[in-house]
């Protein structure tokens, strides 16, 4: 048994910033279930959204983030975001962080929904990438930060109805406990829940479902941010062709070759995602309902040397013998950002003592029914350094009860291979069921199979050895059910929650946000 005084579980922008303020008072762990820069936050390419150029712009950038979530924004976590932004920023400036500039000038890009150009991004479009080395670079230096790799956070201790630690798998399949006065959960989103997804296999869900296990409330589930431009090729991974791209005047077309958005919005490229993704998704089935890919084009771009502006996506497209300037980019949506998670205050608290959550984790209402474009880092940096700030003031004591008891794992290889198999149809089923478009009939559809999924996985007992695979099983089950009931619950369709048999947004009965509880019951509660 360890003891530390904070435990901070992930290390994407989140966890690392909570954990830099942590340090100043104690002992701070730091565990991620990968190599440190195994995140969500590395793979980010357009950029980190904040309001650098004085009052009106922060008013601004509020505006545009409430616009954006379509009626759900918690407002007053939307402010916090976008004052305390630029702080928060230039800060990382100081800490190394080089993002693009021009003549000595930050570069500043445009995204969808965003009234200015205020997209700070670095070597072109590799700006997570930048921010995770820098942010690790400064966490290295701080003696009383611990941090732990290959290290997978199990399950959460919970003794005396507060949060008092967690068990974590080492590389090698050992268990240890370890105790802190407060943990916080900066493990990050959920996209592997779907068979089409941007995120990093790491994004299990983890950290709601071992938060929803202790009794913590989670919120909004049903809003799945699915990015409209994910590389489309059979066998190639589906890699992310960044907004950015049609913030430079990429244009979208059919295979016919036609523009096709100004039937959909009068942003036409630059609406936002869930009517872009929709949108793509409409144009590319076929008379028989088969799903087709769209195509970014960019041949008619001449003023911009596409290469140097987006690097890796051209490095990238390379590999299959594409070119921004010459080729078509074939694309279909995938799943991408988690508006919803574990709910908490302003300060991350969640309704269990002793357990904060920060960034995709975590669910403040900040992005409402749809994030706006490259606000999610910043949510990270300026959520994690609060759920610090509480965890420091909240100054909770170290718990007392022994080790809890662990049981031995009964996975052998066939059972693991059959899991496999599990969470492939799992993360088919979500795509069909729960994905873009969404019904009552499919959703329930869904829900039956996730029954027999989960009744499937159940005789399995996630011991020791080989615990990751199994661990992640259940959490992609716990959040696919929590996405259905919640999207089942919700009749109505509203940001990147969209019902065919409730087409349209209904203020009067769901201006509010849903409430997913220990029994599988959904509420809704007022903004
Ligand atoms: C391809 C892509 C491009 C994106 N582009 C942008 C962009 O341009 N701008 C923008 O604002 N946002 C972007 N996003 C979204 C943004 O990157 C994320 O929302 C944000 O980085 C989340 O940060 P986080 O700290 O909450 O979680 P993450 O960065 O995902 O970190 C989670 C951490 O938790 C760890 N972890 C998870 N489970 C466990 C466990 N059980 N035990 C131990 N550790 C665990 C992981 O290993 C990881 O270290 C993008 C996302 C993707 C996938």
């Given at each position: 048994m360890e003891h530390v005084d904070f435990l901070v579980i992930g290390a994407g922008i989140a966890g690392l910033s909570a954990a830099i303020r942590l340090a100043a008072v104690g002992k701070v762990l730091v565990v991620t279930k990968e190599e440190l820069a195994e995140s969500n936050t590395a793979y980010a390419q357009?950029?980190?959204?904040?309001?650098?150029?004085?009052?009106?712009?922060?008013?601004?950038?509020?505006?545009d983030t409430i616009a954006a979530g379509d009626g759900l924004v918690n407002r007053e976590a939307a402010t916090v975001l976008v004052e305390q932004g630029p702080q928060r920023v230039e800060e990382l400036l100081?800490?190394?962080?080089?993002?693009?500039?021009?003549?000595?000038?930050l570069m500043r890009t445009r995204e969808g929904a965003h009234s200015r150009s205020r997209i700070l991004h670095a070597n072109g479009d590799a700006t997570g990438r930048e921010i995770a080395v820098s942010l690790l670079r400064h966490v290295r230096e701080i003696p009383a930060i611990e941090?732990?790799?290959?290290?997978?956070?199990?399950?959460?201790?919970?003794?005396?109805?507060?949060?008092?630690?967690?068990?974590?798998?080492?590389?090698?399949?050992?268990?240890?406990?370890?105790?802190?006065?407060?943990?916080?959960?900066?493990?990050?989103g959920a996209g592997q829940v779907y068979s089409d997804t941007t995120n990093p296999a790491v994004a299990t869900g983890d950290g709601i479902a071992m938060a929803y296990r202790a009794g913590a409330a989670v919120s909004d589930m049903e809003f799945y941010q699915f990015h409209p431009t994910a590389f489309a090729m059979k066998g190639a991974p589906r890699f992310?062709?960044?907004?950015?791209?049609?913030?430079?005047?990429?244009?979208?077309?059919?295979?016919?070759?036609?523009?096709?958005?100004?039937?959909?919005?009068?942003?036409?490229?630059?609406?936002?995602?869930?009517?872009?993704?929709?949108?793509?998704?409409?144009?590319g089935l076929d008379e028989k309902g088969v799903a087709h890919p769209v195509f970014l084009d960019m041949r008619h771009i001449k003023d911009v040397d596409l290469h140097k502006r987006f690097p890796g996506i051209s490095a990238f497209l390379a590999r299959y013998s594409l070119d921004l300037h010459r080729d078509l980019i074939p694309v279909r949506p995938a799943a991408h950002y988690l508006m919803g998670g574990v709910r908490t205050d302003l300060m991350g608290r969640t309704n269990v003592k002793g357990l904060y959550a920060a960034g995709?984790?975590?669910?403040?209402?900040?992005?409402?029914?749809?994030?706006l474009a490259s606000n999610s880092l910043l949510e990270g940096l300026v959520f994690g350094a609060r759920a610090a700030k509480a965890m420091l003031e909240d100054d909770l004591p170290m718990g007392s009860a022994d080790r809890t008891k662990e049981s031995p794992s009964n996975l052998d290889l066939t059972s693991l291979e059959e899991m496999k198999t599990q969470v492939e149809t799992l993360q088919r089923v979500m795509w069909a069921d729960g994905g873009l478009l969404r019904s009552e009939g499919l959703l329930i559809e869904g829900l039956r199979m996730q029954t027999q999924i989960a009744a499937s996985l159940a005789p399995y007992d996630c011991g020791a050895e080989k615990c990751r695979a199994m661990l992640e099983a259940e959490s992609l089950s716990c959040v696919a059910r929590a996405i259905l009931?919640?999207?089942?619950?919700?009749?109505?369709?509203?940001?990147?929650?969209?019902?065919?048999?409730?087409?349209?947004?209904?203020?009067?009965?769901?201006?509010?946000?849903?409430?997913?509880?220990?029994?599988?019951?959904?509420?809704?509660?007022d903004l």
């Open positions: 357009g950029g980190i959204a904040v309001a650098m150029g004085g009052d009106e712009d922060v008013a601004l950038h509020l505006e100081t800490w190394g962080t080089g993002f693009d500039r021009e003549n000595g000038e941090l732990m790799e290959w290290t997978t956070s199990v399950d959460l201790l919970v003794e005396d109805g507060r949060v008092a630690g967690a068990t974590l798998l080492d590389g090698e399949g050992g268990l240890r406990v370890v105790r802190a006065r407060a943990v916080l959960l900066a493990s990050g992310l062709l960044s907004e950015a791209l049609r913030g430079e005047g990429a244009y979208l077309v059919n295979a016919k070759g036609e523009r096709f958005m100004e039937r959909y919005h009068p942003l036409l490229e630059l609406a936002p995602r869930d009517v872009v993704a929709r949108a793509i998704a409409r144009e995709e984790a975590a669910c403040t209402g900040v992005h409402g029914a749809n994030r009931f919640s999207a089942l619950a919700r009749k109505e369709s509203r940001g990147a929650h969209f019902r065919n048999d409730y087409p349209k947004r209904n203020d009067a009965e769901f201006q509010k946000h849903s409430i997913y509880t220990a029994d599988e019951k959904v509420r809704f509660e």
